[in-house]
């Protein structure tokens, strides 16, 4: 079995402000972890993806996620929050042998100005 | 490239109707899943396909079924349906193993 846990239901911050989204996961294999963004009315895009390798992962419009194998985390970063990044963020698991991937719960992250 | 294509976008069904919401992709992508996305529960998988003519149940499976007769298509069936069932239904496919999941717009479906 497979699951995520994303422990923030919501998440502030002040625009140029670093950000955190948190994210822990449970696989019986090895993982691959994915972030994706949704945005009001809209269908997820995807962020950033851990595969292999680099524990520290760069994706789109600036955002990263450190993974952590001990802890069993990978939880998303942005050195300077923008108003625009306010959205729902998902954190999805999928182990390396399994057809499907698992999402978290999601979280609101609020940029203020 | 149109990606992942979900008709209608919006649905208003009477408790007990019946109906079929669709789903193609053209990126020849093998894998394939259906969610609910409900307020505070996340994004919740009812059925997903590892490729043509092979279908297993997800997390909420109840009330739905699918088939994967083609790589492109992947239709979600209501069979009755129930207040239970509103939501907002996305279509997602993806390469296999290490592949990044391409979604849909969503279909908002409200079953009254």
């Known amino acids: 079995a497979q699951s995520v846990a994303q422990p923030e239901d919501q998440v502030n911050v002040a625009e140029g402000n670093p950000l955190t989204v948190k994210c822990t996961y449970s696989v019986s294999g090895n993982p691959y972890l994915f972030w994706y963004v949704q945005y009001p009315n809209r269908g997820l895009q995807f962020l950033l993806k851990y595969i292999t390798g680099d524990n520290l992962v760069k994706g789109s419009y600036g955002f990263e996620a450190e993974f952590n194998k001990s802890q069993t985390s990978f939880h998303l970063k942005k050195p300077s929050a923008l108003v625009s990044d306010s959205a729902l963020y998902f954190c999805a698991v999928r182990d390396t042998n399994a057809g499907k991937s698992t999402f978290g719960d999601g979280t609101t992250l609020t940029v203020k100005p | 490239n149109a990606g992942v294509t979900q008709t209608p976008k919006f649905q208003v069904l009477k408790t007990g109707q019946s109906m079929t919401l669709q789903c193609a992709q053209d990126?020849?992508?093998?894998?394939m899943s259906w969610y609910r996305q409900d307020p505070g529960m996340g994004l919740r998988l009812i059925h997903y396909s590892v490729g043509a003519g092979i279908t297993d149940q997800g997390e909420v499976p109840n009330g739905y079924n699918v088939s994967r007769s083609t790589t492109e298509d992947f239709p979600l069936r209501l069979l009755s349906a129930a207040p239970s069932q509103t939501s907002v239904y996305f279509c997602?496919?993806?390469?296999?193993?290490?592949?990044?999941?391409?979604f849909g717009q969503g279909t908002r479906l409200t079953v009254v």
């Open positions: 997602a496919s993806s390469y296999p193993g290490s592949g990044e999941a391409f």
């Open positions: 990126m020849n992508h093998e894998y």
